[in-house]
């Protein structure tokens, strides 16, 4: 009897880690889904979790409130995380996009008290259903960022809270489930599109491809994602730009900037008319879009620290010193700070000795900096890559066959083609080709996201 007793007792306790720790869980995508947001104004929710049982998941003034009853239900479930994700990603898109008519409103609308509300505020099922769209399409994306495949389980998790919960299938004041089925079909291409071209750009940025890499971007941004880490990134094209077309004493030199990688860039000098030739006009817009992205989080670390690059190049050399007063008063770490100064040193002419030793002291920047022996590396591959992997010269020379695919965003302009072959997919940006594969197998790679990347230039 003591056994089959204390079996119960630790079944029990078992189950009450589990839910222990799908409520962490469950805390934990709520932060990583604000961070990828990164939007400051308004106010982030907080999460609350109620042991009520009729409203699912809803937004209220103190928070979102999820119910503990929707957690247990997809607790143990392999995709827990993606499903609940999409229940906060979704609230949470309604909060910043200001959809205020909806608060206190039920992620199924399932709430005792809004029938009322919702005919006084919206007798349109039409301005619901936007509602939804642009809910799911935020989410979506912002979801996807964070790291959780959010969309594609957004239709069985609803499903399941429907059945769960016991809700009507069809209402006069909301729209149906298959129509809030068919909003998240709709989206879940454009949402990967949108991931698709954030992706795109960083890879772009890292290979040097300064136009092709900004096009990204400001397409995103064109579809109202104005977050902190977009509107960063764009800053870094404009920094890394700029730096590309300066003067060898300026481009010779690696810089502590975010998203850079591990290695010694390869110096692009061509010009662009998609920016101006003036490396000062490059790093005032540079400066200008890190302070946007700070104005959005004002904790937010990676543009500052590519602030502070942005200002040095800025500031002619007398002034420089000041720059440096201001990073050592800062809040980046002490390697950071002695990357400044090591590139401070290099700047004017300090005896190599002296250099040595704040380098020691330096991130793999400073060490970058004073290693006579690395050499520019050059990102761009050949185009025997492709014949490798028995892609034909006529795809890429002539246009791909079909059938293949054109990412593109609801109110942006890019367009780029995108086609499968075998595990591997091309993307053609016309006169440019990125290769994405999981293998690793080919020169100058670009290791992002698990994933490696090849750029190639057909120009």
């Not at 839910?19 to 604000?34: G, L, M, P």
């Not at 999460?47 to 409130?65: H, N, Q």
């Not at 591990?262 to 400066?287: Q, Y």
């Amino acid at each position: 009897m003591k056994i089959i007793i204390n079996t119960v007792l630790f079944f029990l306790f078992s189950i009450f880690l589990n839910a222990k720790d799908c409520n962490q869980k469950t805390r934990e995508i709520h932060s990583k889904v604000i961070e990828s947001i990164g939007i400051s104004f308004p106010l982030s929710p907080e999460l609350i979790i109620s042991d009520t049982e009729k409203s699912v998941a809803y937004i209220s003034k103190k928070g979102i409130v999820i119910e503990q009853k929707l957690i247990d239900m997809f607790c143990g479930d392999e995709n827990f995380d993606s499903k609940i994700a999409y229940v906060i990603a979704h609230e949470l898109a309604h909060h910043y996009l200001n959809h205020n008519w909806m608060k206190s409103s039920g992620l199924v609308y399932n709430h005792t008290s809004i029938g009322d509300f919702f005919y006084n505020q919206s007798k349109d099922k039409d301005q619901r259903k936007i509602a939804e769209s642009q809910a799911d399409l935020f989410g979506g994306f912002y979801g996807q960022i964070a790291g959780y495949n959010v969309l594609p389980y957004a239709e069985e998790t609803l499903r399941k809270v429907y059945d769960e919960y016991n809700i009507p299938i069809e209402s006069d004041l909301y729209p149906d489930l298959e129509e809030r089925v068919t909003i998240i079909n709709s989206n879940i291409e454009q949402a990967e599109s949108l991931n698709e071209l954030f992706d795109l750009g960083n890879v772009l940025m890292l290979s040097n491809s300064y136009v092709k890499a900004k096009e990204c971007y400001e397409d995103i941004l064109k579809n109202n994602f104005n977050s902190r880490e977009i509107i960063n990134n764009l800053g870094l094209v404009y920094l890394k730009f700029g730096v590309s077309i300066s003067d060898q004493n300026v481009s010779n030199i690696i810089y502590p900037m975010f998203l850079d990688n591990n290695t010694r860039l390869s110096v692009e000098r061509s010009r662009s008319g998609s920016f101006s030739n003036d490396p000062k006009d490059l790093f005032k817009t540079a400066i200008s879009l890190f302070e946007k992205a700070i104005d959005i989080d004002k904790n937010y670390y990676p543009s500052k620290q590519n602030l502070f690059v942005a200002k040095y190049l800025n500031s002619e050399k007398d002034r420089r010193i000041r720059v440096i007063e201001d990073i050592l008063d800062s809040d980046l770490t002490d390697s950071i700070k002695n990357d400044f100064l090591v590139i401070d040193m290099l700047f004017n002419d300090k005896k190599k000795k002296k250099i040595l030793k704040i380098a020691n002291k330096g991130s793999y920047v400073s060490k970058l900096n004073i290693c006579e022996s690395s050499q520019n590396i050059n990102f761009f591959s050949d185009p025997s890559v492709l014949d490798k992997l028995g892609i034909d010269q006529s795809e890429y020379v002539f246009g791909f066959s079909r059938p293949f695919k054109t990412i593109k965003s609801f109110n942006g302009s890019l367009k780029i083609k995108r086609k499968v072959f075998g595990e591997n997919i091309l993307y053609d940006f016309n006169d440019l080709l990125v290769l994405k594969s999981s293998d690793g197998i080919f020169k100058n790679y670009i290791l992002y996201n698990n994933n490696y990347y090849c750029v190639i230039n057909l120009e």
